[in-house]
C-alpha cells in the first residue's frame, strides 16, 4: 500500500522550522533520540528502540565447509527485513531499493571494517568453520533506520555465543550450552552508524532525522566509526554536494556520538551479564509484562516550566478581550472539574477543609453531602489528581489554569 | 503560549437517539466472519465468500439482498468512484502525458494531460512541448477538483478538469474523512452563506476555501490567487472545519444543509471548544434535531 503523500504545508512547516533551528519533537540540532537496549532470553537477541524507531537483530551460527579461497576465515551473513508492520508502505518479499541500501550499508560496517575476529571462527581448517548470520528485522519505522539497524547489530553481536568446539585428533565435538558454557565472539571494535540529514542543498544539518523530517530532506550522510576515532564507512546518498568543512565537522559530531553509544551498549551487555548471573528474570521474559499496551499510558514528557509564572502574566495582561459566549461556559462532564479560589470545588472529593466545617454543623453536612453525591464524579479519578486537589491558592484569574497546574506537575516529577 | 488545558481520562458513554434506533430496525448488520445464510440458492456479491456451503460476510457492514443476489455493503471502506463523482485529490506524480492523483480510493486515479484545460482556454492538440511544461500545471504535492470521468477495468479512475469549476486549488483547508458520509446531491460545489465555500469530495476530503471575489478566471483554474486572507475569513474557515471534524466524529451525513445547520449550532462555543468531546456532543444533537424539523 501507498504511504499518504505529504502535504505541502506540511513540507513547508517542516523546513520553515528547520530553518529556525525549531524540530518537531524539540531536540536539538545534534541531538539523538533516547535509544533503549534490551537483550531477549536467547544469546545473540537484542532490541533496540530509537526513540519510536524499533529493530530487532538475531544472530545465529552453524556450520559450514568455507570459501576456497579462504579456508582459515569463518563467515558472516548479514540480513536486514523491512517488516509490513514497521510501515504500511512496506510489503513483504518486495526488494525496495532502500531495503538494498540499508543492507550494503549494514555490510559495508560490518565486514569491510573487520570488527569480528573471522580466523577465530575457523574449526577444522578448508574443512569445517563457523557461519554467523545477522537477522535484522524491522519493527516499527520512525526514521534513522541505518543507526538503529547498526546498533542492534553490533549489539547482537557482542550478546551472542557459540557453542564450545573440542577438537582430539580427527574427531571434532560440538558441544551443547549444557555441556559445556558457550563462548562469545572475539570483536575487535564496534562500529556504529551516525547518519546527518541535509536540508536546502547542505545548508541545515540534523542528526538522527525522524520519519518526517527524513521526508524533507535533500540528502543523507552516513558515517560509520567506532570509540577509537577510525571511520568505517562514510557514504553519502541524495546527490547533494558536500563541502569538505562540512564532512569534518560531521565526523567530529559522529565520534562524540559514537562514544556515548558505545558506552550505552557496554552498560546494557553488562547489565544483561549481571541479570543472567543472579539468575533473576531478564531480557524477554522480563520485558513482556511491561509491553502491555494501555490506552491511558504515554512516556514520559519534559515540559519547560522554569518561566511559567512570568510568562503567564505577560500572556494574561497582553491578552484581548475574549468573544462573547454563553454565560455558563463551564460545561459539566465526567472527568473534568473546577477547582479555585472562591470557586465551587467540584472535584467531588473532599478536601480537609471541607470535612472539617462538616463536623461542626451536621445540617450543613447533609446539604454537603448530597450535593457531592450529586455530582459523584469522583468514582473515576485516578489517585494521583490528590495533590493536585490539596493545593487551593490558585495565582490569579481563571484563564490562568496552566500555573496551577504547572505547578504541581514540577512538585510530582521531583 | 504556555496555556493548557488539561482533562482526565474517562469511561465513554453511548450516545443513543431515538431516531438512529429506529433506523436500525430494518438492517441487518454483520461483522467478518459471520454466517448470513446457509441457503445454496443465492448468488454471492461483493463483500461475501463461502465457507463450507455456508455464506459469509467478508466485510463489517450491512447485508443487500437483490431477488437471489446477496452482497454486503461495508461501513468503512475507500471511495469507489463512479462515472460523474466530484472529487477532490492530491498529485503523487507526474507521468508521461498523464498525473497520477491520490483520491483515497484502493488505486490512485489517472489525470490525462488531454483531460485538462490549457492555460488561455484553447482547444489545440496536446504537442511535445506540453509534456515537457506538464510540471509547470501541476507538481507533486498539489490539490486539484476534479470529476470522473470513466473508469478502468482495474478500478482506476479517469479524471478530467474539463470546467472552469474545476482545477487546481489554492489557499484553504482539506478535511479527510470517510466517503460514506458524504451525501450524493446535485451539485458539491457550495458557497455558504457563512462567509466560506465549500467542496464535498465524494471522496471523503472535503475543501474549505474563502468566498472568491469577483475575478477574471484566468486559466480554467491555473491560477492561485495568493492574497492574504482577511482574520474573519481565517475564523469563519477554522470554525467550518472543526464542525465538520465534529460531524464526521458522529457519522452524520454530510451536505450543505448539515454543515450549515452544524456551524449555527456552533456559534454559542469558541472555535478550539468545538474539539471537546461533551461540546461536539452538544452541537451534533442540535443539529440532528434541527434536521429533523426540517424533514418533518
Same mark, same amino acid.
Given at each position: 500500500?501507498?504511504?499518504?503523500?505529504?502535504?505541502?504545508?506540511?513540507?513547508?512547516?517542516?523546513?520553515?522550522?528547520?530553518?529556525?533551528?525549531?524540530?518537531?519533537?524539540?531536540?536539538?540540532?545534534?541531538?539523538?533520540?533516547?535509544?533503549?537496549?534490551?537483550?531477549?532470553?536467547?544469546?545473540?537477541?537484542?532490541?533496540?528502540?530509537?526513540?519510536?524507531?524499533?529493530?530487532?537483530?538475531?544472530?545465529?551460527?552453524?556450520?559450514?565447509?568455507?570459501?576456497?579461497?579462504?579456508?582459515?576465515?569463518?563467515?558472516?551473513?548479514?540480513?536486514?527485513?523491512?517488516?509490513?508492520?514497521?510501515?504500511?508502505?512496506?510489503?513483504?518479499?518486495?526488494?525496495?531499493?532502500?531495503?538494498?541500501?540499508?543492507?550494503?550499508?549494514?555490510?559495508?560496517?560490518?565486514?569491510?571494517?573487520?570488527?569480528?575476529?573471522?580466523?577465530?571462527?575457523?574449526?577444522?581448517?578448508?574443512?569445517?568453520?563457523?557461519?554467523?548470520?545477522?537477522?535484522?528485522?524491522?519493527?516499527?519505522?520512525?526514521?534513522?533506520?541505518?543507526?538503529?539497524?547498526?546498533?542492534?547489530?553490533?549489539?547482537?553481536?557482542?550478546?551472542?555465543?557459540?557453542?564450545?568446539?573440542?577438537?582430539?585428533?580427527?574427531?571434532?565435538?560440538?558441544?551443547?550450552?549444557?555441556?559445556?558454557?558457550?563462548?562469545?565472539?572475539?570483536?575487535?571494535?564496534?562500529?556504529?552508524?551516525?547518519?546527518?540529514?541535509?536540508?536546502?542543498?547542505?545548508?541545515? =544539518?540534523?542528526?538522527?532525522?525522524? #520519519?518526517? %523530517? !527524513?521526508?524533507?530532506?535533500?540528502? /543523507?550522510? @552516513?558515517?560509520?566509526?567506532?570509540? $577509537?576515532?577510525?571511520?568505517?564507512?562514510?557514504?553519502?546518498?541524495?546527490?547533494?554536494?558536500?563541502?569538505?568543512?562540512?564532512?569534518?565537522?560531521?565526523?567530529?559530531?559522529?565520534?562524540?556520538?559514537?562514544?556515548?553509544?558505545?558506552?550505552?551498549?557496554?552498560?546494557?551487555?553488562?547489565?544483561?551479564?549481571?541479570?543472567?548471573?543472579?539468575?533473576?528474570?531478564?531480557?524477554?521474559?522480563?520485558?513482556?509484562?511491561?509491553?502491555?499496551?494501555?490506552?491511558?499510558?504515554?512516556?514520559?514528557?519534559?515540559?519547560?516550566?522554569?518561566?511559567?509564572?512570568?510568562?503567564?502574566?505577560?500572556?494574561?495582561?497582553?491578552?484581548?478581550?475574549?468573544?462573547?459566549?454563553?454565560?455558563?461556559?463551564?460545561?459539566?462532564?465526567?472527568?473534568?472539574?473546577?477547582?479555585?479560589?472562591?470557586?465551587?470545588?467540584?472535584?467531588? =472529593?473532599?478536601?480537609?477543609?471541607? #470535612?472539617? %466545617? !462538616?463536623?461542626?454543623?451536621?445540617? /450543613?453536612? @447533609?446539604?454537603?453531602?448530597?450535593? $457531592?453525591?450529586?455530582?459523584?464524579?469522583?468514582?473515576?479519578?485516578?489517585?494521583?489528581?490528590?495533590?493536585?486537589?490539596?493545593?487551593?491558592?490558585?495565582?490569579?484569574?481563571?484563564?490562568?489554569?496552566?500555573?496551577?497546574?504547572?505547578?504541581?506537575?514540577?512538585?510530582?516529577?521531583? | 503560549?504556555?496555556?493548557?488545558?488539561?482533562?482526565?481520562?474517562?469511561?465513554?458513554?453511548?450516545?443513543?437517539?431515538?431516531?438512529?434506533?429506529?433506523?436500525?430496525?430494518?438492517?441487518?448488520?454483520?461483522?467478518?466472519?459471520?454466517?448470513?445464510?446457509?441457503?445454496?440458492?443465492?448468488?454471492?456479491?461483493?463483500?461475501?465468500?463461502?465457507?463450507?456451503?455456508?455464506?459469509?460476510?467478508?466485510?463489517?457492514?450491512?447485508?443487500?439482498?437483490?431477488?437471489?443476489?446477496?452482497?454486503?455493503?461495508?461501513?468503512?471502506?475507500?471511495?469507489?468512484?463512479?462515472?460523474?463523482?466530484?472529487?477532490?485529490?492530491?498529485?503523487?506524480?507526474?507521468?508521461?502525458?498523464?498525473?497520477?492523483?491520490?483520491?483515497?480510493?484502493?488505486?490512485?486515479?489517472?489525470?490525462?494531460?488531454?483531460?485538462?484545460?490549457?492555460?488561455?482556454?484553447?482547444?489545440?492538440?496536446?504537442?511535445?512541448?506540453?509534456?515537457?511544461?506538464?510540471?509547470?500545471?501541476?507538481?507533486?504535492?498539489?490539490?486539484?477538483?476534479?470529476?470522473?470521468?470513466?473508469?478502468?477495468?482495474?478500478?482506476?479512475?479517469?479524471?478530467?478538469?474539463?470546467?472552469?469549476?474545476?482545477?487546481?486549488?489554492?489557499?484553504?483547508?482539506?478535511?479527510?474523512?470517510?466517503?460514506?458520509?458524504?451525501?450524493?446531491?446535485?451539485?458539491?460545489?457550495?458557497?455558504?452563506?457563512?462567509?466560506?465555500?465549500?467542496?464535498?469530495?465524494?471522496?471523503?476530503?472535503?475543501?474549505?476555501?474563502?468566498?472568491?471575489?469577483?475575478?477574471?478566471?484566468?486559466?480554467?483554474?491555473?491560477?492561485?490567487?495568493?492574497?492574504?486572507?482577511?482574520?474573519?475569513?481565517?475564523?469563519?474557515?477554522?470554525?467550518?472545519?472543526?464542525?465538520?471534524?465534529?460531524?464526521?466524529?458522529?457519522?452524520?451525513?454530510?451536505?450543505?444543509?448539515?454543515?450549515?445547520?452544524?456551524?449555527?449550532?456552533?456559534?454559542?462555543?469558541?472555535?478550539?471548544?468545538?474539539?471537546?468531546?461533551?461540546?461536539?456532543?452538544?452541537?451534533?444533537?442540535?443539529?440532528?434535531?434541527?434536521?429533523?424539523?426540517?424533514?418533518?
Amino acid at each position: 500500500m501507498r504511504d499518504t503523500p505529504l502535504s505541502n504545508c506540511e513540507r513547508d512547516f517542516l523546513l520553515k522550522a528547520i530553518q529556525e533551528k525549531k524540530r518537531l519533537d524539540g531536540r536539538q540540532t545534534y541531538d539523538y533520540r533516547s535509544i533503549k537496549i534490551s537483550f531477549g532470553t536467547d544469546y545473540g537477541c537484542c532490541f533496540v528502540d530509537l526513540g519510536k524507531t524499533r529493530i530487532m537483530a538475531q544472530v545465529s551460527c552453524e556450520l559450514i565447509t568455507p570459501k576456497e579461497n579462504r579456508p582459515n576465515e569463518g563467515l558472516i551473513f548479514f540480513n536486514i527485513e523491512l517488516s509490513p508492520m514497521a510501515s504500511p508502505a512496506f510489503e513483504m518479499g518486495r526488494q525496495s531499493e532502500l531495503l538494498v541500501k540499508l543492507n550494503r550499508q549494514l555490510e559495508r560496517c560490518l565486514r569491510n571494517s573487520k570488527c569480528i575476529d573471522t580466523e577465530s571462527l575457523c574449526v577444522v581448517s578448508g574443512e569445517k568453520v563457523w557461519q554467523i548470520r545477522v537477522d535484522v528485522h524491522l519493527l516499527n519505522h520512525d526514521g534513522n533506520l541505518m543507526d538503529a539497524a547498526s546498533i542492534a547489530a553490533i549489539a547482537a553481536l557482542c550478546h551472542f555465543r557459540r557453542p564450545d568446539v573440542g577438537i582430539q585428533g580427527e574427531e571434532v565435538t560440538v558441544y551443547s550450552t549444557e555441556e559445556r558454557d558457550p563462548i562469545p565472539l572475539s570483536i575487535y571494535h564496534m562500529p556504529i552508524c551516525v547518519s546527518f540529514s541535509f536540508f536546502q542543498q547542505g545548508t541545515y =544539518l540534523l542528526v538522527d532525522p525522524c #520519519e518526517r %523530517e !527524513e521526508r524533507v530532506m535533500d540528502g /543523507l550522510l @552516513m558515517i560509520a566509526m567506532n570509540k $577509537h576515532r577510525e571511520i568505517c564507512s562514510i557514504q553519502s546518498s541524495g546527490g547533494i554536494m558536500l563541502l569538505k568543512d562540512q564532512v569534518l565537522r560531521c565526523s567530529k559530531i559522529a565520534s562524540v556520538k559514537v562514544s556515548e553509544i558505545t558506552e550505552l551498549i557496554n552498560k546494557a551487555l553488562e547489565n544483561d551479564k549481571k541479570a543472567r548471573k543472579t539468575g533473576g528474570k531478564f531480557g524477554f521474559a522480563e520485558s513482556l509484562p511491561q509491553e502491555r499496551i494501555t490506552a491511558l499510558k504515554t512516556d514520559v514528557s519534559h515540559v519547560e516550566m522554569s518561566d511559567v509564572k512570568e510568562k503567564a502574566n505577560e500572556i494574561v495582561q497582553r491578552a484581548e478581550v475574549p468573544p462573547q459566549t454563553v454565560p455558563s461556559p463551564v460545561l459539566t462532564a465526567p472527568g473534568t472539574g473546577q477547582v479555585g479560589e472562591g470557586l465551587e470545588n467540584s472535584w467531588g =472529593l473532599k478536601e480537609e477543609e471541607e #470535612e472539617e %466545617e !462538616e463536623d461542626e454543623t451536621v445540617e /450543613l453536612k @447533609m446539604e454537603l453531602e448530597e450535593g $457531592h453525591e450529586e455530582k459523584g464524579r469522583g468514582n473515576y479519578l485516578p489517585k494521583f489528581c490528590f495533590p493536585w486537589v490539596s493545593e487551593t491558592d490558585s495565582p490569579g484569574p481563571r484563564s490562568v489554569c496552566a500555573v496551577f497546574y504547572g505547578h504541581s506537575l514540577q512538585d510530582s516529577t521531583e | 503560549s504556555m496555556a493548557a488545558n488539561m482533562r482526565l481520562p474517562t469511561i465513554r458513554k453511548q450516545v443513543s437517539l431515538s431516531s438512529s434506533l429506529s433506523a436500525l430496525d430494518g438492517k441487518d448488520l454483520v461483522v467478518p466472519g459471520d454466517v448470513i445464510t446457509s441457503d445454496t440458492g443465492f448468488m454471492r456479491g461483493h463483500g461475501t465468500y463461502m465457507d463450507e456451503e455456508k455464506l459469509t460476510a467478508s466485510v463489517a457492514g450491512e447485508v443487500e439482498r437483490v431477488n437471489k443476489l446477496i452482497c454486503v455493503r461495508p461501513l468503512k471502506t475507500r471511495f469507489n468512484g463512479e462515472v460523474g463523482d466530484v472529487v477532490v485529490g492530491r498529485i503523487t506524480e507526474v507521468q508521461q502525458k498523464r498525473w497520477k492523483v491520490d483520491t483515497n480510493s484502493r488505486l490512485d486515479s489517472v489525470l490525462l494531460l488531454s483531460s485538462v484545460n490549457l492555460p488561455g482556454g484553447e482547444l489545440r492538440r496536446r504537442s511535445a512541448e506540453d509534456e515537457l511544461t506538464m510540471r509547470d500545471y501541476l507538481q507533486e504535492g498539489d490539490l486539484i477538483s476534479a470529476e470522473v470521468q470513466s473508469v478502468f477495468s482495474d478500478g482506476a479512475l479517469s479524471l478530467h478538469t474539463r470546467s472552469l469549476k474545476y482545477g487546481k486549488l489554492g489557499q484553504g483547508v482539506l478535511v479527510q474523512l470517510s466517503p460514506s458520509l458524504i451525501k450524493r446531491q446535485k451539485t458539491h460545489f457550495h458557497n455558504l452563506p457563512c462567509g466560506a465555500s465549500i467542496i464535498l469530495g465524494n471522496n471523503g476530503f472535503v475543501w474549505l476555501y474563502p468566498t472568491p471575489g469577483h475575478q477574471d478566471e484566468e486559466a480554467g483554474g491555473y491560477y492561485t490567487s495568493l492574497e492574504p486572507v482577511s482574520l474573519s475569513d481565517r475564523e469563519v474557515i477554522s470554525r467550518l472545519r472543526n464542525c465538520l471534524l465534529a460531524l464526521g466524529a458522529h457519522k452524520v451525513l454530510l451536505y450543505d444543509t448539515s454543515v450549515l445547520y452544524c456551524y449555527e449550532s456552533s456559534l454559542p462555543h469558541q472555535i478550539k471548544d468545538i474539539l471537546k468531546p461533551e461540546v461536539m456532543e452538544e452541537i451534533v444533537m442540535m443539529t440532528r434535531q434541527k434536521l429533523v424539523e426540517l424533514e418533518g
